[in-house]
């Protein structure tokens, strides 16, 4: 079973899951690594995998914890002296932006994604299954044929 599939399996209370862990994780490497490093573009990943699985609300959530871990991990690794100035509040409200901004945009991707898909399954004038359909239904038999060491 591929990631994939258990990930459209299980619940989406899975991937919250995961989500949580990977932007603890990343929040920790951000730390240690400190402001040398920048690690901001990989939020993007428990917030885009959040959202495919679990929806909207749960990937603008995802989106919130990053950029807080992210301040803070930013914050914590600079000192105190740099919470004088406005730089990094402006930062962590830009980045929490385009992490929203990303968890606004993916389910429509992801659903003309799916109606992609469909189509390219059906004949666009009489709706019917076309060849690549029957040929997936086929090795869809095939397999279960041989699990069951059955003609």
């Not at 990930?7 to 209370?13: D, I, S, V």
């Not at 990343?26 to 240690?32: F, M, Q, S, T, V």
């Not at 799916?114 to 869809?140: I, W």
Request: glycine share 6%; net charge positive; proline share 5%.
């Amino acid at each position: 079973m591929s990631v994939k599939e258990y990930f459209n399996k299980e619940p989406g209370f899975v991937s919250v899951m995961l989500g949580f862990c990977m932007i603890g994780l990343l929040g920790l490497l951000d730390y240690a690594t400190g402001p040398q490093v920048s690690l901001e573009f990989f939020f993007l990943i428990p917030v885009s995998l959040v959202v495919w699985f679990s929806g909207r609300r749960a990937g603008i959530l995802m989106a919130v914890l990053s950029a807080i871990a992210w301040f803070a991990a930013d914050t914590a690794s600079r000192g105190a002296t740099a919470l004088a100035s406005p730089i990094p509040y402006w930062n962590a409200i830009m980045k929490l932006g385009f992490l929203v901004a990303v968890a606004w945009i993916l389910p429509a991707l992801k659903k003309e994604w799916q109606q992609e898909k469909e189509s390219a399954r059906t004949d666009y004038l009489t709706k019917t299954a076309n060849k690549r359909s029957f040929e997936a239904a086929a090795q869809l038999e095939l397999e279960r044929a041989q699990r069951y060491h059955r003609p």
